[in-house]
């Protein structure tokens, strides 16, 4: 039976305005999200504050501070204007949808896509500095390639970004597509790049590292679940979605547009807290494996001479030894601790 309550809309209409809706309620889960994870890491990075840590660590702070402002900001601008559309102006011509459309001219409105696009390239900034610091020992030609590649991505992010804001001015997200889609794409670029460049080099650090050394060193800084928050793929696929939904002018965008800031703050986050939790890729990351793996292995030069069943092997002469100082030296033997341990215990049955 026909819903006699039911307003006298196009089913078009209804649902794109469901959709706004829905994403404006999703928006708020990805918000509680970030608000957790800003206090677990503004609450690590404050008590490891130290002489030693003081300018990276004050750096974070303010890149957290910001950007959860900046956030903050924009659920604000976010929930007036949902506010406004379903109830306060809910007779507008076209109703909350057409009053979307329409009304992008309001200082409210203004404010959330300033302040969306300021942290757009704030945290594309953080993007760029992981895989700086990821790609820090590789060869100075490597270095170069890559920085210059994601530098110019990020310039060119930032100036699409500025026409953005300037025609939103004068046209609402969905009025003016094709610079809306041009700026999304040009994130998108952006990070496609950063998180093939981030994942790359991690999953073939891990790969290095399991031939040479054993599964058993596949450390915290390559496991799978690492790779994804290092190269921030949440957001990635999130705004590849949000970029296909844009470009064929499907309803459901709606969904994605009040979110797809709320998701990137969140990988931000993520990303922070792994730094603070010490479990974050470093300059000295890649040296510090290697050399925690070496002290896992003693080498036989240093080890005192054994005795096993009363037969002493302190000398050549008494009985057959295990190698002198120089033929280990040449040979660069190395016993693990867990083998030695085994050797010991049976020698002292």
Same mark, same amino acid.
């Given at each position: 039976?026909?819903?006699?309550?039911?307003?006298?809309?196009?089913?078009?209409?209804?649902?794109?305005?469901?959709?706004?809706?829905?994403?404006?309620?999703?928006?708020?889960?990805?918000?509680?999200?970030?608000?957790?994870?800003?206090?677990?890491?503004?609450?690590?990075?404050?008590?490891?504050?130290?002489?030693?840590?003081?300018?990276?660590?004050?750096? %974070?702070?303010?890149?957290? *501070?910001?950007?959860?402002?900046?956030?903050?900001?924009?659920? #604000? =601008?976010? &929930?007036? +204007? !949902?506010?406004?559309?379903?109830?306060?102006?809910?007779?507008?011509?076209?109703?909350?949808?057409?009053?979307?459309?329409?009304?992008?001219?309001?200082?409210?409105?203004?404010?959330?896509?300033?302040?969306?696009?300021?942290?757009?390239?704030?945290?594309?900034?953080?993007?760029?500095?992981?895989?700086?610091?990821?790609?820090?020992?590789?060869?100075?030609?490597?270095?170069?390639?890559?920085?210059?590649?994601?530098?110019?991505?990020?310039?060119?992010? %930032?100036?699409?970004?500025? *026409?953005?804001?300037?025609?939103?001015?004068?046209?609402?997200? #969905? =009025?003016? &597509?094709? +610079? !809306?889609?041009?700026?999304?794409?040009?994130?998108?670029?952006?990070?496609?790049?950063?998180?093939?460049?981030?994942?790359?080099?991690?999953?073939?650090?891990?790969?290095?590292?399991?031939?040479?050394?054993?599964?058993?060193?596949?450390?915290?800084?390559?496991?799978?679940?690492?790779?994804?928050?290092?190269?921030?793929?949440?957001?990635?696929?999130?705004?590849?979605?949000?970029?296909?939904?844009?470009?064929?002018?499907?309803?459901?965008?709606?969904?994605?547009?009040?979110?797809?800031?709320?998701?990137?703050?969140?990988?931000?986050?993520?990303?922070?807290?792994?730094?603070?939790?010490?479990?974050?890729?470093?300059?000295?990351?890649?040296?510090?494996?290697?050399?925690?793996?070496?002290?896992?292995?003693?080498?036989?030069?240093?080890?005192?001479?054994?005795?096993?069943?009363?037969?002493?092997?302190?000398?050549?002469?008494?009985?057959?030894?295990?190698?002198?100082?120089?033929?280990?030296?040449?040979?660069?033997?190395?016993?693990?601790?867990?083998?030695?341990?085994?050797?010991?215990?049976?020698?002292?049955?």
């Amino acid at each position: 039976m026909p819903n006699p309550w039911a307003p006298s809309e196009s089913a078009a209409t209804l649902f794109a305005e469901r959709s706004w809706l829905q994403g404006a309620l999703l928006s708020n889960i990805f918000y509680g999200m970030q608000f957790v994870l800003f206090g677990i890491c503004l609450d690590i990075l404050s008590r490891q504050l130290n002489n030693t840590n003081l300018k990276r660590h004050m750096m %974070l702070i303010v890149f957290l *501070v910001v950007v959860f402002i900046l956030s903050t900001l924009f659920m #604000f =601008s976010s &929930a007036v +204007f !949902t506010e406004r559309a379903f109830i306060d102006d809910r007779d507008f011509p076209g109703g909350p949808n057409g009053y979307e459309t329409e009304m992008f001219e309001i200082p409210v409105d203004e404010l959330g896509n300033a302040v969306f696009m300021i942290g757009q390239w704030v945290m594309d900034l953080l993007l760029v500095w992981r895989c700086m610091v990821i790609y820090g020992t590789c060869s100075k030609a490597v270095q170069r390639l890559v920085t210059t590649l994601i530098w110019l991505l990020w310039l060119a992010s %930032l100036a699409l970004g500025i *026409v953005y804001l300037i025609q939103s001015r004068k046209s609402s997200l #969905f =009025s003016a &597509a094709n +610079f !809306t889609l041009a700026s999304a794409c040009m994130s998108l670029a952006i990070n496609i790049v950063v998180t093939v460049l981030i994942a790359g080099r991690l999953l073939l650090f891990r790969r290095r590292i399991k031939n040479v050394l054993g599964s058993k060193h596949v450390t915290q800084y390559a496991n799978i679940a690492a790779v994804l928050i290092e190269s921030a793929s949440m957001y990635t696929c999130f705004l590849l979605v949000f970029v296909v939904t844009l470009s064929v002018n499907n309803p459901v965008v709606n969904v994605f547009t009040q979110c797809v800031g709320q998701v990137q703050t969140v990988s931000s986050f993520l990303i922070i807290y792994r730094i603070a939790s010490g479990s974050g890729w470093t300059a000295r990351t890649g040296t510090d494996i290697l050399t925690q793996a070496d002290t896992d292995a003693i080498d036989l030069k240093n080890l005192s001479p054994m005795r096993f069943r009363g037969t002493d092997f302190s000398t050549a002469h008494e009985s057959t030894t295990i190698g002198s100082n120089r033929d280990l030296n040449k040979s660069g033997m190395l016993v693990s601790k867990e083998v030695l341990h085994d050797q010991m215990s049976n020698s002292n049955v």
